[in-house]
């Protein structure tokens, strides 16, 4: 097996860099530290289309390879932000749910979209994020080749290791077009993945209340 591109170790295990974003330093101009070749791209795509038997040079396809090349650098590029953190003062400590956080992601298989909902928890410890960071965070990890698994287990430790809270649950409900359009051709068919840590993981009645939570949506 050949090794990860170096930005998927980067983001797999990249303290240094994601801890810059928690310390409200700038962040990367890419969410994953990518730099996008994007004459590259252009050049690739039109060896692409040509591989496929189309013709490049008619003019419904000229401006294709450069409207590819946008299209791909939109969806790998995750918008900088800061995820400030502030000091649990009031002592919160019921579970913060924000629920159906629409993504999208380019599957690492096939770079084909798929998107769906994120389900995002925490039960705080010591700090505490702002509810509409839980969501940039998803991009963050969404805007990458991804695989759903990888990229629920990267919110959540994301999350860990950030705000080192009580307990983390992550539940992400997608579609994948390379499932739905070909292969078993299921349309709308749901793949459900979920990582949960801490007391999310191990307290019965805290677990319960996330996975209620995540399941309300999906009805
Ligand atoms: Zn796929």
Known sequence: MSPPPAHLTALADGPAHLAALADGAPSAPHGSGREIDHAGVERAARDLLRALGADVDSVGLHETPRRMADAYAELLTAKPF??????????????????????????????LPFQGVAHVGYLPGERIVGLSKLGRVVELFARDLQIQERLTMQIADWLQRELQPKGVGVVLEAEHLC???????????KTVTSALHGLVRDDARTRQEFLALAREESR
């Open 82 to 111: 800061r995820a400030t953190t502030f000091p649990n003062d009031d002592g919160y400590d019921e579970l913060i749910v924000a629920r159906a956080i629409p993504f999208h992601s380019l599957c690492m298989h096939h770079l």
């Open 179 to 189: 499932m739905s359009l070909r292969g078993v051709q299921k349309l709308g068919a």
